[in-house]
């Protein structure tokens, strides 16, 4: 995706509508593609951690070098046909919601970054088998909702918002039991506040993934669906 695919301006309206279109999808189509690149990552890396294999670090750092330069390409694409084929409705809410979702995925792979990178300073497989059991649980449910956030933005699933919702807030009271445990369980103020950072970092992927959802309905409909703050 470069300046240089410009169609030529001799090229018949109907050619120059075709290759707009295909490069449209194709700057959608890199979106998904690091959002998966993120989605396909999760497991992986959170057994890892769990596990204490700090060779999950170097993993996560590749994932998010291959998700920002994804993201860059998105960027520039996305930013060149904005400003040279004046997309307008449908079309011009679609690559608003994908320059918006942008941030979204560079956070959420930064963030699954910072996860692997606690095993630096802190060992799961101390933690007492409850809070380990959370902590997973944590884990697997903020990876579905982002998941499913970015199936609902690739099928344009424009109803699928407020029940992300609903599970991002199942995720919130999952990371909020964590804490309380943590505090009746965990001796080391260092080690609660790791499982502190991590609690957040996991809330915030899943309300990246329920921003896929809520872009998608906006791109269907030109509505902002309300969520939870």
């Known amino acids: 995706m470069s300046e240089e695919r410009l169609p030529p301006l001799h090229q018949p309206k109907q050619l120059i509508r075709v290759e707009y279109q295909e490069r449209l999808d194709g700057v959608d189509d890199e979106l998904v593609g690091a959002a998966l690149v993120i989605a396909e990552s999760f497991p992986r890396i ?8 700090r060779g999950c670090v170097e993993d996560a750092r590749s994932m998010a070098v291959d998700v920002d330069e994804r993201c860059r390409r998105v960027e520039d694409e996305g930013f060149l046909l904005l400003a040279r084929e ?3 409705s449908g079309d011009l809410r679609r ?5 918006r979702l942008v941030w979204a995925v560079e956070r959420s792979a930064a963030l699954l970054r910072h996860v692997a990178e606690t095993t630096e300073r802190f060992d799961a497989r101390l933690l007492p088998l409850q809070v380990r059991q959370q902590v997973e649980e944590l884990a697997a449910r903020a990876a579905e909702v982002f998941r499913q956030g970015v199936d609902a933005w690739r099928l344009r699933d424009g109803l699928a918002v407020a029940e992300l919702d609903r599970r991002d807030a199942q995720v919130d009271v999952i990371a909020q ?11 080391s103020p260092a080690d609660l ?3 502190g950072l991590l609690a957040r970092y996991f809330e915030r992927i899943a309300d990246h993934g329920v921003a896929f959802a809520q872009h998608g309905t ?6 902002r669906s309300p969520v939870r703050r």
């Open 95 to 99: 690559l608003v919601a994908i320059l």
């Open 86 to 88: 004046a997309p307008v």
């Open 218 to 223: 906006f791109a269907v409909t030109g509505e």
């Open 177 to 187: 039991g964590l804490m309380t445990r943590s505090e009746q369980q965990v001796d």
């Open 46 to 53: 959170t057994r890892s951690f769990l596990a204490g294999d």
């Open 193 to 195: 506040l790791m499982l």
